[in-house]
């Protein structure tokens, strides 16, 4: 007779269950004599026989979490402390489905907002309803009435964020850059975005692309003689008319970056130490002209976002957002779109990138900020070469071509959908 304890309905954690899951592995971990291996840090006894068994319980315990967590818990969380460590890898699950950070409380309380009623079912719904709710008392969100003030200014700042599409992608990271958001601060960020040249969505100045802002249209209401027009569309506090002095400090920006550009377009023969940042733009210029070999791309620094030339590498695609992009050889193309593309990792699991399209690029570009600022770091192999690594797990091999630029070992899952995990 099958004994029904060793395959407990555990189901897989996720998002919206995890009061669930804790509650089921705790019952199954107490079941087993295995608690004390995730509720506290149990200290190994000296003598050989108990140090045996307590090596196999641990073990045991740690297998159990791992089962039940699933990869994509897994691959997020599992480091050299949390792989055979049952307490330090509960306490970094407990530690992310019960965050207080408004991030997280924002997420949880959006996901209640989406909740719907399903079908005609009533029990499903109150079932649904109460896991809601404990998510949200999880978080350290508390329902009632607030005293003196009706809307956490910081939860209806992540909702508005949440309205910004995803075309705006520069939009979005400077606002949440700018967290814990504030109305005064979110409206003062995004003004400062759409005075940025109308939104410009791809900054690389030192890439092998950069992108081209658009003029003001002359017909837009005016400010004239020191009085601010109430139709401009600008704010009176960012009024130059009223401000002059903001205007100098703009101007004496935009001399700043067109001298700085100028410099970047200047002749490649140059002899002198005092033109660095000529020489490396005209070599970067010239590497990123080359074609590169298959399952190869050039891995960026100076680049804002991952660039794909092939409309058939997207599994999402969306024509909703559009902007101008000149490439290497100072010609103009239309970014025409944007989406989701598949890439296979080092390991053979498959991660989500959102990449820009560019068509007439020779080879695709990943944007190594984009990989920093989601917990990755190149790490040196040897003298030309290094690796991409997400919390101690190898994801790509990074390699130094002959015109000193990174190239990346990044093979794409045409079509495909895979594994949806922390992924830049």
Known sequence: MNDKSTNPAIPVLSNLNWDLWSMLVEGYTKQHDLYSFISSDEAAPTDPAELKSFKTRKMKASGVLQQYMGITNYQKFRTKDTKDDPRAMWLKLEGHYQSSAISNQAKVYNDFLAFRFKGTDIESFIIDLTTHISRLN???????????????????????????????????????Q???????????????????????????????????????????????????????????????????????????????????AKKAGKSETVDDDSSTSSVAWHTIKKAFSVKLAPNTAYLDS??????????????????????KIELADGKTTLCPGIGNVYVKTATGQSLKLECLHVPQLVGNLISEGRLFRRGCDRVRTGPLSAKIVNEGVTLFNV??????????????????????????
């Open 399 to 424: 390699n130094l071509n002959e015109q000193d630029v990174f190239t990346i070992d990044i093979e794409i899952v045409k079509g495909g959908r895979g594994i949806q995990a922390t992924t830049p």
């Open 178 to 260: 700018g967290r814990p958001l504030t109305v005064e601060k979110l409206q003062r960020l995004l003004e400062n975005r759409r005075l940025d040249d109308s939104t410009v969505k791809i900054k690389s100045e030192e890439s092998a692309m950069k992108a081209v802002s658009k003029s003001s249209n002359p017909s837009d209401p005016q400010c004239t003689d020191g009085t601010h027009n109430p139709e401009a569309h600008h704010p009176e506090w960012r009024c130059f008319q009223l401000h002059p002095e903001q205007r100098a400090k703009m101007e004496k920006k935009r001399a700043k970056s067109q001298a700085k």
């Open 138 to 176: 999880a978080v350290g969100l508390r329902i009632g009435i607030p005293k003196d003030f009706e809307l956490h200014e910081n939860l209806f700042c992540e909702n508005v964020l949440e309205k910004i599409p995803s075309g705006l992608i520069h939009t979005r990271e400077v606002l949440i």
């Open 302 to 323: 100076g680049a804002s976002h991952h660039m794909i030339s092939d409309r058939s590498a997207f599994s999402t695609y969306s024509t909703d957002s559009r902007c």
